[in-house]
């Protein structure tokens, strides 16, 4: 089972852009439910983890993986404390193949996407990380996930100009279709490979 798990929470909204009085955590919800809808017609077996207003909602995602036990957990955030960037980013844990491959798919699905745009710089991140002055604490969710688990940052609330994108008609439920598509690749890839 693949669980996607809406980032943040409606008590803690995660990154919030004043300019357009949005928050990571509504635009996640539209995302992460068209992305679920693809992996539903296809037959893949997908939850939601949506925490409404748990608290303290890492506490709950984490013990409700615990419980699920699904095979990879996926995230979908928008926040950058960097108001130029300008690429889709995965994260993923160290060392974790099945996580890498996975992670690579969903950049390249996104770069396709987003090729008209003129987005189509990516970043692969593996953490925990040595890199100066890189804070691993904020990537809680793949490091203490007990799962393999991504973080996907498909564009950034933090832009404005990435901002106003997002905002557009049909937006969100294409990025999450884009996910949804490179997950159901993923799957196909492990399937066909033996490893399921």
């Known amino acids: 089972m693949i669980l996607l798990s ?44 949506d925490v409404g207003k748990m608290r303290p909602y890492m506490s709950y995602k984490l013990n409700y993986i615990r419980r699920v036990k699904p095979e ?6 928008l926040n950058s404390g960097n108001k130029n960037a300008d690429y889709p980013m995965c994260v993923y844990y160290k060392n974790n193949a099945l996580t890498k491959r996975c992670a690579q798919i969903i950049l390249n699905n996104l770069k396709t996407g987003f090729e008209k745009q003129g987005w189509t710089k990516v970043r692969l991140l593996e953490v925990p990380t040595e890199i100066k002055g890189f804070d691993n604490s904020r990537y809680t969710f793949v490091t ?32 999450g279709e884009m996910i949804g598509e490179a997950i159901l690749d993923w799957h196909a890839e492990k399937t066909h490979k033996g490893a399921v």
């Open 6 to 49: 809406v980032a943040h929470s409606a008590s803690a909204k995660g990154a919030y852009n004043p300019a357009y009085s949005v928050s990571e955590y509504e635009l996640s919800q539209i995302m992460t439910s068209s992305c679920k809808s693809i992996l539903d017609i296809n037959q893949i077996p997908c939850d939601v983890l």
């Open 144 to 175: 203490k996930t007990p799962c393999p688990s991504i973080i996907v940052e498909p564009l950034f609330i933090s832009n404005n100009e990435q901002c106003k994108y997002l905002l557009s008609h049909g937006a969100l439920n294409s990025i």
């Open 72 to 77: 990879l957990a996926i995230e979908i955030h």
